[in-house]
């Protein structure tokens, strides 16, 4: 389903691929699979399988029918790079992006890996931001290297939930950075110390900085409703863009 998003870097999402498998300690209280066992409860199209991995090639079309220019978010409730999305299904959607320049697309992935092999023979669309998750410094930060290799036109970072200190970055053709701590019930508190730090790094190594969230813990580290923790960082509402390109 194409929808409007609440995700505040974004304006819609589209999912030709629903569910997924966790891989990294950023999975642990996925959102998207409490939000699909949901979905599935309500019986609502496309959610029969709940999160398991599923093709939907119907939805492959929905990008085609808006005429109007939208930032989409690729696959909120999946991972395109998936091991078991073929490359051949990847190339479909790839197609629909080229026959909609109008539109732009983010593209997110903790498969870093299989996302630079896919890459690696095909010309990335221009208008594809293609970005990884960096949620800790084992499995996160490597990822940007594999990032680092893919020629799209926006490379970014989804630091988010971010779970620990991730140290000294290399953000060298990095253009757009994300920043935010988890929700939930179960959710892993964020120090505001950690923020910082990545926020420093971006704005040292020219690129852009979005905060987009405290999550379930505040500033205060007190525990509370997510909408009451906000979105300020030091007093400021931090919403760059790459290349001034605010939706």
């Known amino acids: 389903m194409s929808n409007s998003s609440k995700i505040e870097w974004t304006e819609r999402t589209w999912n030709p691929v629903t569910g997924c498998t966790k891989i990294s300690p950023g999975c642990k209280h996925c959102y998207a699979e409490t939000m699909a066992v949901r979905l599935k409860a309500m019986g609502t199209p496309g959610y029969s399988n709940g999160f398991e991995l ?22 909120s409730m ?18 629909v992006i080229h026959q909609t320049p109008q539109h732009t697309y983010q593209i997110l992935t903790k498969r870093a890996e299989r996302m630079a092999e896919y890459y690696t023979d095909r010309v990335i669309p221009q208008n594809v931001w293609q970005g990884v998750t960096v949620e800790d410094k084992k499995y996160g930060v490597p990822r940007i290297n594999a990032l680092r290799t893919v020629k ?27 920043v935010g701590g988890e929700s939930g019930s179960q959710a892993r508190p964020m120090r505001p110390e950690w923020a910082d730090n990545v926020r420093i790094q971006c704005e040292a190594q020219g690129a852009a900085f979005f905060f987009k969230q405290w999550g379930t813990w505040g500033a205060d580290g007190k525990k509370r409703n997510k909408n009451l923790n906000g979105r300020l960082l030091h007093g400021k509402q931090w919403d760059g863009y790459p290349l001034s390109a605010h939706p």
């Not at 999946?78 to 197609?95: K, T």
């Not at 620990?164 to 053709?173: F, H, P, R, S, T």
Request: hydrophobic share 45%; glycine share 2%.
């Open 152 to 178: 799209a036109r926006i490379r970014f970072l989804s630091v988010e939930p971010l779970l620990e200190d991730i140290g000294v970055i290399n953000l060298q053709g990095i253009h757009w950075v994300i």
């Open 54 to 75: 599923s093709l939907m090639p119907d939805r492959l079309s929905e990008p085609l029918q808006r005429k109007k220019p939208t930032l989409y978010f690729v696959n």
């Open 78 to 95: 999946s991972d395109l790079f998936h091991e078991d999305v073929p490359f051949a299904y990847i190339d479909q959607v790839m197609r």
